[in-house]
Every structure is written in C-alpha cells, then in structure tokens.
C-alpha cells in the first residue's frame, strides 16, 4: 500500500455510513417540525393575547381616577 492509499483509507474511517443518515435525517426533521409547530402556536396565541392585554390596559385605564 502506497502513499495515496494509505491516506484514503485512513480518511475513509471518518465517513458517515450510509445507514446512519436515514435516522438522522428523520430525526433532525422531528426537531424542525416541532419547532415549527411551537412557533406557530405561539404566535397565533401571542397575537390573541396581546388584544386581550391592549383590551385590559383600555379598560383599566378608563376606570381610573384622574387628577385635576
């Protein structure tokens, strides 16, 4: 074994097996849906919110006394 082969052999232990990839693509796609899941959620139930909180502010707001 010359050289070149040495080294191809000696990088080709650092490869990622083929098999592997399957489960970490399913599982790295998991991780992405969630988040992509939780985002939407919270901002659809963050724009709800912050109404309900500018409807409170409104309310409070008119109901306290005002100084002179």
Do not use: C
């Amino acid at each position: 074994m010359n050289g070149i082969e040495k080294q191809a052999a000696f990088y080709r232990g650092y490869l990622i097996a083929d098999s592997s990839l399957a489960p970490l693509t399913t599982a790295l796609a998991t991780i992405v849906g969630l988040w992509l899941l939780v985002y939407v959620v919270s901002a659809i139930g963050g724009a709800e919110a912050n109404q309900q909180m500018v409807r409170v502010a409104t309310h409070a707001s008119s109901l306290a006394p005002r100084s002179p």
